[in-house]
């Protein structure tokens, strides 16, 4: 069973998956192809002192079901590398990890696809904005799903 608190990225993408879906290291080292001991080693170490190897970074990823740039990202700021100046980026919240995760599957989307949850956004916004919630006053505001 995985842990309870991951100390960093990687370790708490790798461990949210395995909650959400259920699945176990094997389960998730069979659907990418890698050997348990290796998803069950990247989900554990707390100190990574390198980023795993890119091959073994794709794999993680089929078999996690995630974005490549999620698995990417995460693996990099385990290590101390960041792909942006964020102040406590290495203590970031849940919801900064399912924003990234959000933005980088939108190009695995087909065009249809993304119609389709530009609509769901604005749904929840709308909701958001009739119910009283507050809208950041940078916002863009977002126009209708394109047809």
Do not use: C, F
């Not at 290291?25 to 170490?45: F, I």
């Amino acid at each position: 069973m995985p842990r309870e608190h991951a100390v960093n990225p990687l370790q708490h993408l790798i461990q949210e998956r395995l909650r959400e879906r259920g699945w176990s290291y094997g389960e998730v080292a069979r659907r990418g192809g890698l050997p348990r001991s290796t998803v069950y080693t990247l989900a554990t170490t707390r100190n990574l002192v390198r980023p795993p190897r890119p091959a073994t970074i794709d794999a993680l990823a089929k078999g996690l079901d995630v974005p490549v740039s999620a698995v990417r990202a995460a693996a990099a700021e385990s290590t101390g590398l960041h792909y942006y100046d964020e102040a406590g980026s290495a203590q970031r919240q849940a919801s900064d990890q399912e924003r990234d995760l959000l933005i980088a599957s939108i190009d695995e989307l087909s065009p249809e696809d993304r119609q389709h949850v530009a609509a769901l956004v604005e749904s929840l916004r709308s909701r958001g904005a009739r119910s009283g919630e507050r809208r950041d006053e940078g916002a863009p505001p977002w126009g209708e799903a394109p047809r």
